[in-house]
């Protein structure tokens, strides 16, 4: 499940960066966001070769799963879920909970900013949970973004 939590925030960290315009865009970059999720989650686990064994394993289940959730999501929950997490993160109180849906998929999420900070450099990050719900099935994640000069956010942790 971590993995799949993982591979979840990569999926928003496409998001927030931009978004692919095709299907098979979409589940390469869930592809390889994923795999480095689970890459990281796996570094965590164990020492010397069993953290080798753990990370390897985790790009790989990584890989599989943000396969799945990006192959998912069609491109009009990937601009809801855009549109609403950067409006979320430039404009929402902390502890405030947005939401997108899509009508035609059923498919949905939430963010909810938890902490806002500024940096010794001057850029401001915040801290949030968001949630997917997919078919029925709800994941959630947390991450950290940062505002761009451009006034975008872009995913800085998971």
Known sequence: MYALRLALVGLIALALVGCTSNAGEKESAGTLLGALAGGIAGSQVGKGR?????????????????????????????????????????????????????????????????????????????EFQQ??????????????ACRQPDGSWKLVSA
Request: with cysteine; net charge positive; aromatic share 6%.
């Open 50 to 126: 069993g953290k080798l064994v753990a990370t390897g394993v985790g790009t790989f289940l990584g890989a599989m799963l943000g396969s799945e959730i990006g192959r998912s999501l069609d491109r009009a929950d990937r601009l809801a879920m855009q549109r609403t997490t950067q409006q979320t993160l430039e404009k929402a109180p902390v502890g405030e909970t947005s939401t997108w849906k899509n009508p035609d998929s059923g498919n949905q999420g939430t963010i909810t900013p938890k902490k806002t900070y500024k940096k010794p450099d001057g850029t401001y990050c915040r």
């Open 131 to 144: 949630t997917i719900t997919i078919g029925g099935r709800t994941e959630e994640a947390y991450g950290t």
